[in-house]
């Protein structure tokens, strides 16, 4: 199956630091990615999709200037958390889907968020 | 928001035994039924993907059905193994192709 390569896996930061969040696609062209949050005991919430080369659109709540989708290659989408404050610290995750998209997603291993 | 809901959240079994858990989800607009294996500090793996009510998917001692009129799904695990030990990720997706997914069931394989 395809692979997804997400880092950081942890990352710990001071509150009001930004934080960057790597997803790869490793042996094909991701033209859709999706970012994910989990809270504790909740489930996946899709944050916004990006496709490569244009904006990417938010769900609604999601602040898109605190949480910057950048998807400038067909292999690489990042996810900055601007200022971070301890209300951000999640377990966040990227999926993908191939071109042709046959619908399946391919996930990231995702990263935990800890902001102190 | 479609709302997928999964049971139990998580159950601990003895090697050896079968088990089952259920996904729930709206019919309406109803696309496509996904279930992924989810290890820890891995990526979720994609087990099956269904979408014809009556669907029934198998993959070694795991199998899925699929009811979209009453809408659930059950994955089911025959003599179960520590290395099944995983969260179960079910997602349903809607004619526009958008992934709704539950909190997942959460299994633990006592040797």
Known sequence: GAVVSQHPSRVICKSGTSVKIECRSLDFQATTMFWYRQFPKQSLMLMATSNEGSKATYEQGVEKDKFLINHASLTLSTLTVTSAHPEDSSFYICSATGDPGDGELFFGEGSRLTVL | IL?????????????????????????????????????????????????????????????????????????????????????????????????????????????
């Open chain 2, 3 to 111: 709302n997928v809901e999964q049971s139990p959240q998580s159950l601990h079994v003895q090697e050896g035994d079968s088990t089952n858990f259920t996904c729930s989800f709206p019919s309406s607009n109803f696309y496509a039924l996904h279930w992924y294996r989810w290890e820890t500090a891995k990526s979720p793996e994609a087990l099956f993907v269904m979408t014809l009510n009556g669907d029934e998917k198998k993959k070694g001692r795991i199998s899925a059905t699929l009811n979209t009129k009453e809408g659930y799904s059950y994955l089911y695990i025959k003599g179960s193994q520590p290395e099944d030990s995983a969260t179960y990720l079910c997602a349903s997706t809607n004619t526009g192709n958008q992934f709704y997914f539950g909190t997942g069931t959460s299994l633990t394989v006592i040797p």
